[in-house]
């Protein structure tokens, strides 16, 4: 069904509208990629949550990272996550970028669908890994002696299905390795790095990962091992899964073939007059001597 959009309207709300119209589209063909991925997402929050039953806590294993990088304690523990929370939103603003730029290279609702798969196949295996063996939390709620260390009985199955949600994600102990926020930092990063045009941004992008890197191991949410996994496992899912999917189209380099907006009068006017002359000179080459 076509879409109608004023010609008087402002270029932003007609490239919105223009924009909305594509992507509606592209969702109708993919919804199922997206609701799929959304589904996964709280299947991976009840393999966190149901881990959290099965964890013991025990002394704080020996690790390098702990000796290297001096602890930043529970007063700055909300460092880390400030961080995380800046790369997240950051990425999910950029992926809804064509709705606002005229300059674009991905389609929102295809970008999705590819990140969605790099987070389906990297949160698969880390449930695998944090079912194949539970370690004794690092962090300070997963410590002995403290009371969210280990989960009561649960008395119905909704209990378990409701994931405590958001209580149940913030003090979750035993899904360790690997960690779960460099799973989303290193995917959106690697995302932007294919798909972004600003080599400044992708640059600072790295330097944030690293930044997260080092600051979950020094707030002891997570052991080093579980950061180290993360960084070679993320990479190396990225790199297979890409080459399995096919590549996303690149509106860039095919900009003609994406719907073009309605031209206001005055834009019609300024296009008249920059033919008129054109036509002219077509008239005045071809006409007899």
Not at 59 to 87: H, M, R
Request: include cysteine; proline fraction near 6%.
């Amino acid at each position: 069904m076509p879409v109608y959009v004023d010609r008087e309207a402002p270029k932003l709300w007609r490239k919105i509208c223009t924009e909305a119209f594509v992507e509606i589209s592209l969702l109708g063909e993919n919804w199922k990629l997206i609701f799929a991925g959304l589904l996964f997402q709280y299947i991976h929050g009840l393999a966190a949550h149901g881990v959290h039953y099965l964890h013991r806590p025990g002394p704080t294993l020996q690790d390098a990272g702990f000796f290297l990088l001096p602890e930043l304690g529970q007063d700055k523990n909300y460092i880390s996550e400030a961080v995380f929370t800046f790369i997240f939103c950051s990425f999910i603003l950029w992926t809804f970028h064509p709705f606002v730029f005229q300059s674009k290279r991905i389609y929102t609702v295809l970008i999705w669908c590819r990140v969605f798969a790099y987070l389906v196949v990297s949160q698969s295996l880390r449930i695998i890994t944090f079912y194949s063996t539970q370690l004794p939390g690092p962090n300070y709620h997963c410590r002995e002696g403290s009371t969210l260390a280990r989960l009561p009985r649960p008395d119905s199955l909704l209990a378990v299905l409701l994931i405590n949600f958001p209580r149940g994600a913030i003090y979750g102990c035993g899904d360790l390795i690997f960690s779960s926020h460099m799973i989303f930092s290193l995917v959106f990063v690697r995302t932007y790095q294919k798909y972004g045009i600003r080599r400044g941004i992708k640059q600072f992008a790295w330097l944030l990962a690293v930044a997260q890197s080092l600051l979950i191991i020094a707030s002891r949410k997570h052991y080093t091992v579980d950061v180290v996994v993360a960084w070679y496992t993320v990479n190396l899912v990225v790199f297979f899964v890409d080459k399995k999917l096919p590549e996303l189209p690149d509106r860039s380099a095919g900009s003609s073939a994406l719907p073009i907006l309605p031209l206001s009068t005055r834009e019609k006017d300024c296009k008249n007059k920059e033919e008129h002359p054109k036509l002219l000179n077509g008239n005045s080459m071809t006409s007899p001597n």
